[in-house]
């Protein structure tokens, strides 16, 4: 029988109502079960694409007799990290302050008051490398919950006190200034191979913001070094198994075998890939790299046509394993390929061809005889028509095997990220099409996680709201989409939206002292009010609110917003300089302040050349508005006239403005590098 995850809005709880342990959502009812009962509570959080989440499920919540135990010496509520971040952030601060350590599946302890008191993440079903079995864990809570109630009650308070005492205010810092990216730069200097075209470590993310800082940074002081350590990044990435060599699209990192090539960890998640495409559409923006327009297209491709919902949304993530085949559920069994198969649908001579330019071995890459794609360094000067067409027989092959799973589940921050990346790459490109998908995906932010309530929802699924608050990465990433959108379309409906949200984060997501949360001063009370400023896998809600709140600055005037990015930058001053590669985002929002960031009206018609030359300005985070002078729908285009009857540009700092240019040219040298910087 499905116990209460049955009707779950989120696709990770649906997987686990047929569990026979007996789950509950987050929601008071559990705590007050758990109070009536006098059993600890045991909280499990993940996420649907999660691999190990997966593999914990199927050893021990699948388990007869392991959920017999859960169910009669626990409340066991299981949650959604991606839709619940506040609940994930609160308890993953716990375990890392705890064991040093974090990760998922989450797994924590608590009274019926919230309260942790042990904490872990994967146990194996029998002791394995030092760590206890699940049931071991599931056993000796229970023996000290019955026998030692005093002690744990001890511990779980002195846990919540001590995170009572992690607040942040950054407000008083100050704002970041040329001493400071200087020093960024520099730490990222120290922690990148350019032999290898990575930062240090074996397991290597994208580092997608730090390259949007070292763009911004390059078109502001024109540094080489900043220039050439984005364009080494970005080709590695797209050179290597992280990369999607047939299908485009980036997977969630890769890891270095100690004795062969990087090897991915296959899930794909929107948010990678909307903020790698961004990236990518900026690196051709400032290099004419044909590489970078090839992977911001094939990227911009995949999301459209393997995560895109019925309703004009866009799915969390792709799961890493499928079926092999066999019946076997195997980790990248999808993307993986033999010479065999190459030649099976490639003929031998192709087929030698493409093992070669994608490093497909007879022993294999990977696992069992299987090779991850990858560009050889020898393939470099491959026959670029030939390439393509072996691209495109390979994905039409790879379609019928057994698809990875999909998360249909639609966060509002992630859908944010797509809008701006998917509007910018139509507009560089040439490619309506796109723009008009980011339009339909903010289209269902409005109608379904805004809906009548005025305030923005989480997620959604099916078209139909999660119910859950959205937090400040929600506010902030949406915002920054429909700015995007609003520059591209020149429909300023979408700056309105934009302003809309933001106004929400002044009044429920900024504290006395201007500092800023992650969920509103009315959302639920968790055990501490989360507040994370560092970015990770995406902006931190910190720092991409900053980033809105300076661009909708910037095209309305408002000192209000303004006062409040500046607020929120205090945090680049005291982290960028120590941990440049956590801030990458907070960093670029710093180059956009240093910058101005620049306002560029376009009077004349939308989408023609003089517009198109704006949205390729290389000024750090400039906001460009097109559309007829006498609308009322952007502030800066307000008495702001044609010039001959010609379509006419007005470059602005803080609303004072260079002479009005009809010319391409003239304009495009204006949104170069700052010539204060000469």
Not at 76 to 98: F, G
Not at 209 to 226: P, Q
Not at 662 to 667: I, V
Request: aromatic content about 8%; overall charge negative; some cysteine.
């Amino acid at each position: 029988m499905p116990n209460r995850l049955a009707h779950a809005t989120s696709p990770y709880l649906i997987q686990h109502a047929d569990n026979p342990v007996d789950w509950w959502p987050w929601e008071p009812a559990a705590f007050e079960e758990a109070r009536r009962r006098d059993v600890p509570v045991f909280l499990s959080v993940g996420y649907s694409s999660c691999h190990w989440c997966h593999v914990l499920a199927h050893e021990s919540f699948e388990d007869e007799e392991t959920a017999a135990f859960m169910n009669e010496h626990f409340v066991s509520v299981k949650v959604d990290r991606e839709e619940r971040p506040d609940i994930d952030a609160v308890y993953m601060e716990a375990l890392q302050a705890a064991t040093g350590q974090g990760g998922w599946p989450m797994s924590v302890f608590m009274t019926p008051d919230g309260q942790p008191f042990y904490f872990g993440t994967y146990f194996p079903p029998e002791p394995r490398h030092g760590s206890p079995s699940f049931k071991q864990v599931l056993e000796g809570v229970r023996a000290a919950w019955d026998g030692r109630p005093d002690e744990v009650a001890e511990v779980a308070r002195k846990i919540v006190r001590d995170l009572a005492g992690r607040q942040l205010d950054y407000t008083k810092a100050g704002l970041p200034g040329e001493a400071e990216l200087a020093e960024a730069l520099l730490g990222l200097t120290r922690e990148y191979d350019p032999a290898s075209g990575w930062f240090a470590g074996d397991t290597r993310f994208p580092p997608s913001m730090v390259v949007e800082f070292l763009l911004r940074h390059w078109a502001r002081t024109e540094s080489e070094g900043a220039r050439d350590m984005a364009e080494g990044l970005c080709a590695a990435m797209a050179r290597s198994s992280l990369f999607d060599q047939v299908g485009g699209g980036f997977h969630r990192y890769v890891l270095r075998r100690p004795d062969g090539p990087l090897i991915p960890h296959f899930e794909k998640m929107l948010y990678d890939n909307a903020l790698l495409c961004r990236v990518y559409a900026h690196l051709w923006r400032a290099t004419g790299s044909e590489q970078a327009r090839r992977v911001a297209l094939e990227t911009a491709d995949f999301m459209v046509r393997e995560l895109r919902t019925a309703e004009g949304g866009f799915a969390s993530a792709l799961d890493a394993d499928s079926e092999d085949g066999t019946g076997r559920h195997v980790e990248g069994a999808y993307y993986v390929w033999t010479p065999e198969q190459l030649r099976e649908v490639l003929g031998d001579q192709d087929a030698e061809f493409a093992a070669a330019y994608f490093d497909v071995t007879e022993e294999g890459t990977f696992e069992e005889g299987a090779s991850v794609l990858r560009l050889a360094r020898t393939g470099t000067d491959a026959d670029a028509d030939r390439v393509a067409g072996i691209r495109a027989r390979l994905l039409a092959a790879r379609e019928p095997r057994p698809r990875p799973g999909r998360d249909d589940k639609v966060v509002a921050a992630w859908n944010g990220l797509a809008i701006a990346a998917l509007a910018e790459t139509g507009a560089y490109f040439g490619r309506p099409d796109l723009i008009e998908r980011a339009t339909e995906a903010a289209d269902l932010l409005v109608r379904v996680h805004m809906g009548d309530v005025a305030r923005l929802d989480r997620t959604s699924k099916d078209g139909r709201s999660g119910g859950h608050a959205g937090v400040l990465e929600d506010y902030g990433d949406v915002a920054e989409g429909f700015l995007a959108l609003a520059s591209v379309t020149g429909e300023g409906v979408w700056l309105d939206f934009a302003g809309f949200l933001l106004d929400i984060v002044l009044q429920h997501f900024t504290g006395e002292g201007g500092q800023l949360y992650d969920t509103a001063d009315d959302a639920e009370q968790l055990i501490r009010r989360p507040q994370d400023p560092t970015d990770s896998a995406t902006p931190a809600g910190w720092t991409a609110a900053a980033g809105a709140l300076l661009s909708y600055a910037a095209h309305t005037g408002s000192q209000a917003h303004r006062a409040a990015a500046e607020g929120a930058l205090g945090v680049v001053k005291a982290l960028g300089p120590r941990v440049p590669r956590f801030i990458g985002w907070g960093l670029a929002v710093a180059e956009a302040l240093l910058d101005g960031p620049r306002e560029v009206a376009v009077a004349g018609s939308v989408g023609g050349a003089l517009h198109r030359t704006a949205l390729l300005g290389q000024a750090p985070g400039a906001v460009v508005a097109a559309g007829e002078t006498a609308g009322t729908e952007f502030p800066l285009l307000a008495d702001r006239p044609m010039v001959g009857g010609a379509p006419t540009a007005y470059v602005c700092r803080h609303f004072v403005c260079d002479a009005p240019t009809t010319d391409r040219e003239e304009l495009a040298r204006a949104l170069g590098p700052d010539p204060s910087q000469d």
